[in-house]
């Protein structure tokens, strides 16, 4: 049994896809003005070990994240360099998906761009505003908040106090200081042409109309994003899928937390932003999707010295184990049968399928590694058995993203292991040390 904690109800629920044996799931993607820094890969990571989970259970996953190419930021930034938006956009979903795939990251099934909506964007303004959920005013639309009865269930926030808090920046222009914009008219950058105004539209719309097209279906499984989208951007999604379908856009909401860099939450103006292709090009892609994915996806993650030293201890406790397992079997002119220990690998699925308990599953996976070492250091090493286990603990890693490369050895690897082993048993140390350093070159040891 799958259980996913969800963020509209704020309990752990039992999953039970509307489609039974698949699962349609909806990540918000990126904003593209600028490079994807670790903040934008957790996201990226969380949710792409979601649907590995979820596919390692039988199910069959369509999986869809967007990217907003009509943005502020991007019009700025456009400006700034005397290009079109486009051209900003473009560089940063190269930039995007290269980061993507370096953290082994599969790509989405679609991944549908906010521009080439724009038709059915509009046409969704356009309902809402027949049906009394929006209004003009000079050319802006703006949703009526007040037509919600439980607006504010998702953050969990009374009406009444966000009300107050909406009142410090109120728009002259709205009804209600809690109205959010649908259009707004605009001089300025890339504009469309509404019934309206000459404008763009506003943020939180472009999901709902996605989704609803790229699933064609009012109502999905799971819609998933970082902490911070839940208020405003996630809360206004439903608001305007309960008005035009009677619907809360998905069954279960699924958040990530933040992470902080040294104790900070990470901030431009701050200076501590850490973007994605540095930090892999670093540590590489397991390191980076260990450290991700060794807090619990809904807990913040603390990015300092000490987090990454416990990482690259803990994963190269596994690696080490898998190392001497290959060569292992490579000495002893064996090879692995892709048949797993079930009731190992079941141990971290169990864990996995609790509302992706990464922690858990690290110590199944920890525990599958004990036992490698105590097979390995058997008098007679039973291959069948070290077979099942490296098998199980793949497979582990598989789901994680992680991936280790399976040591096979030439004859002259093999001339030169046993002739590193006579050395050491002669006790000719300092010849011992010039084979294993070529042996520690050729990644054997």
């Known amino acids: 049994m799958i259980k996913l904690y969800n963020?509209?109800?704020?309990?752990?629920?039992?999953?039970?896809?509307?489609?039974?044996?698949?699962?349609?799931?909806?990540?918000?993607?990126?904003?593209?003005?600028?490079?994807?820094?670790?903040?934008?890969?957790?996201?990226?990571?969380?949710?792409?070990?979601?649907?590995?989970?979820?596919?390692?259970?039988?199910?069959?996953?369509?999986?869809?994240?967007?990217?907003?190419?009509?943005?502020?930021?991007?019009?700025?930034?456009a400006i700034e360099e005397g290009v079109s938006e486009s051209v900003i956009s473009e560089r940063f979903i190269e930039a995007y998906n290269k980061d993507r795939a370096s953290l082994r990251v599969d790509m989405p099934h679609k991944a549908p761009r906010v521009t080439e909506n724009m038709d059915s964007i509009i046409s969704f303004i356009e309902n809402l505003v027949q049906e009394g959920y929006a209004y003009e005013a000079d050319g802006d639309v703006y949703f009526r908040v007040s037509k919600i009865d439980n607006y504010g269930q998702l953050s969990n926030q009374k009406v009444d106090d966000l009300i107050v808090g909406a009142r410090i920046d109120q728009n002259i222009k709205k009804e209600n200081p809690l109205d959010f914009t649908l259009w707004k008219r605009t001089e300025e950058g890339i504009k469309w042409n509404s019934k309206f105004s000459l404008g763009?539209?506003?943020?939180?719309?472009?999901?709902?109309?996605?989704?609803?097209?790229?699933?064609?279906?009012?109502?999905?499984?799971?819609?998933?994003?970082?902490?911070?989208?839940?208020?405003?951007?996630?809360?206004?999604?439903?608001?305007?899928?309960?008005?035009?379908?009677?619907?809360?856009?998905?069954?279960?909401?699924?958040?990530?937390?933040?992470?902080?860099?040294?104790?900070?939450?990470?901030?431009?103006?701050?200076?501590?932003?850490?973007?994605?292709?540095?930090?892999?090009?670093?540590?590489?892609?397991?390191?980076?999707?260990?450290?991700?994915?060794?807090?619990?996806?809904?807990?913040?993650?603390?990015?300092?010295?000490?987090?990454?030293?416990?990482?690259?201890?803990?994963?190269?406790?596994?690696?080490?184990?898998?190392?001497?397992?290959?060569?292992?079997?490579?000495?002893?002119?064996?090879?692995?049968?892709?048949?797993?220990?079930?009731?190992?690998?079941?141990?971290?699925?169990?864990a996995m399928q609790d509302d992706l308990n990464t922690p858990n599953a690290f110590k199944a996976l920890f525990e599958a590694t004990k036992l490698l070492n105590a097979t390995l250091r058997a008098r007679e090493v039973d291959f069948d058995v070290l077979s099942a286990i490296i098998v199980s603990i793949e497979d582990m890693l598989a789901v994680l993203g992680v991936h280790i490369d399976r040591i096979i050895l030439s004859?002259?690897?093999?001339?030169?292991?046993?002739?590193?082993?006579?050395?050491?048993?002669?006790?000719?140390?300092?010849?011992?040390?010039?084979?294993?350093?070529?042996?520690?070159?050729?990644?054997?040891?």
């Open 200 to 350: 763009r539209p506003g943020w939180h719309t472009e999901c709902v109309v996605m989704i609803q097209k790229e699933f064609n279906a009012d109502l999905i499984d799971i819609h998933g994003g970082g902490l911070d989208l839940k208020f405003p951007h996630h809360e206004n999604e439903i608001a305007q899928s309960c008005a035009c379908k009677n619907s809360n856009l998905a069954n279960y909401w699924l958040h990530n937390g933040m992470i902080n860099v040294d104790g900070m939450k990470m901030s431009k103006s701050l200076g501590n932003v850490v973007w994605a292709k540095d930090i892999v090009e670093k540590f590489g892609p397991n390191l980076v999707r260990w450290l991700v994915l060794s807090s619990h996806y809904r807990s913040p993650l603390s990015l300092n010295d000490d987090t990454i030293e416990n990482a690259q201890k803990e994963l190269e406790k596994i690696t080490n184990s898998l190392k001497q397992s290959y060569v292992k079997i490579e000495l002893s002119n064996n090879h692995i049968k892709e048949v797993r220990n079930e009731e190992l690998f079941a141990s971290f699925l169990f």
């Open 7 to 77: 963020s509209l109800t704020n309990t752990l629920e039992e999953f039970k896809p509307i489609t039974p044996g698949e699962v349609s799931m909806y990540v918000c993607g990126p904003t593209v003005y600028n490079y994807p820094h670790i903040g934008n890969a957790r996201p990226m990571i969380v949710f792409d070990t979601f649907k590995k989970m979820f596919e390692a259970s039988d199910l069959k996953v369509k999986y869809i994240s967007n990217y907003t190419d009509v943005d502020d930021k991007i019009i700025k930034k």
């Open 411 to 445: 004859e002259e690897d093999k001339e030169f292991h046993l002739k590193w082993k006579q050395t050491l048993k002669n006790k000719d140390f300092a010849s011992a040390d010039v084979f294993r350093a070529e042996l520690i070159e050729r990644g054997i040891v």
